[in-house]
């Protein structure tokens, strides 16, 4: 189970996962160090997620099912992080050193958390951190799906109880998971993810896909973006790179729609002023110099905003 202060918890909301979710108990049970704890709620599924989920539940004793009322479809963003919340009030953070929200169509190495938990002992400040997304393209060829260093990936977003506590959770919205990791930078935290053999996991369903077809989640993806406060220039420049990864043109060409048309249509926005001024002034200096460099100096101005992580509760 790992050391006393290295105590992680995982949360998983699914919803008709039969597909994929035996991947993902796998290659989470086969871990070099396993979570003390795996909640898992299952958010009204009916193609039999529930026969797989008691089968590995009755196998080991630290995953729990959560059922939740079937709400009668599939949704992503508040849906989510709905049911991300309904896991969170089956247990007791302060029990716990680490949390991870965890996507159940994934299939992770076997270092994955080991890994994560090293370097975040390593460093205080890192508060989020996470690995690298890969899917199947055509003719098996491994694909990245492309995601900053700076961020925190929203299939494995892994935390250190503190740092999510720190910035109050995740925003029940779309693009909560480039949200937080904007949050947790803005209160001085640093957020990574490597892309790194150890680190690098297959993705069973590619990001930005949806319940309906790829282009639904990418218009979806630009309205995140104008919620969250993005600046337009900064968000046509991520638009126009999208397109040249699949599906060429149209994937990027999806996502400004769905900006353009939140913001013609007056969509409201995060609730919090002060937060969406830094991503603009962020976003506006990593267009001049780039993102590394502009990273960078956020952390270094940031740094007196951190608050150093009082001890655990193992560690006490």
């Not at 994934?106 to 090293?118: A, K, T």
């Not at 937080?180 to 957020?191: E, F, I, L, P």
């Not at 790179?241 to 900006?259: D, E, H, N, S, W």
């Not at 956020?298 to 608050?307: C, F, H, L, M, S």
């Amino acid at each position: 189970m790992g050391d006393t202060d290295r105590r992680y918890v995982l949360i998983s909301p699914c919803r008709n996962e039969a597909a994929f979710i035996e991947r993902t108990l796998d290659s989470v049970i086969t871990q070099s160090e396993r979570p003390a704890q795996w909640i898992i709620v299952d958010d009204g599924s009916t193609d039999g997620t529930a026969d797989i989920l008691a089968r590995y539940a009755a196998q080991n004793d630290w995953i729990k099912v959560v059922a939740k009322p079937d709400r009668g479809h599939r949704a992503v963003g508040p849906g989510v992080i709905e049911a991300f919340y309904v896991g969170l009030a089956a247990l007791r953070l302060e029990d716990y050193d680490f949390l991870c929200k965890l996507d159940v169509d994934l299939d992770l190495p076997p270092r994955y958390f080991e890994i994560l938990m090293d370097r975040m002992q390593a460093n205080p400040r890192l508060g989020s951190a996470s690995g690298k997304p890969y899917y199947r393209g055509k003719g098996g060829a491994w694909v990245s799906e492309k995601c900053g260093d700076e961020m925190s990936v929203g299939m494995t977003k892994f935390y250190r109880i503190s740092c999510f506590e720190d910035i109050g959770g995740f925003v029940s919205e779309v693009m909560w998971d480039g949200i937080d990791c904007h949050k947790a930078r803005q209160r001085g935290w640093v957020v990574r993810s490597w892309d790194e053999p150890d680190l690098q996991f297959h993705h069973l369903r590619p990001m930005g896909s949806s319940e309906h077809n790829i282009l639904t989640g990418r218009a979806r993806h630009g309205f995140g973006q104008h919620f969250m406060g993005s600046d337009p220039l900064y968000f046509a420049a991520t638009a126009l790179f999208r397109m040249t990864r699949p599906p060429y043109v149209v994937g990027g060409a999806a996502m400004l729609y769905g900006y353009a048309r939140a913001w013609w249509t007056g969509a409201r926005q995060l609730d919090d002023p002060a937060l969406r001024d830094f991503i603009r002034a962020y976003q506006r200096q990593a267009l001049r110099q780039g993102k590394s460099k502009t990273i960078a100096a956020i952390e270094a101005r940031q740094e007196p905003q951190w608050i150093v992580p009082p001890q655990t509760a193992a560690e006490k």
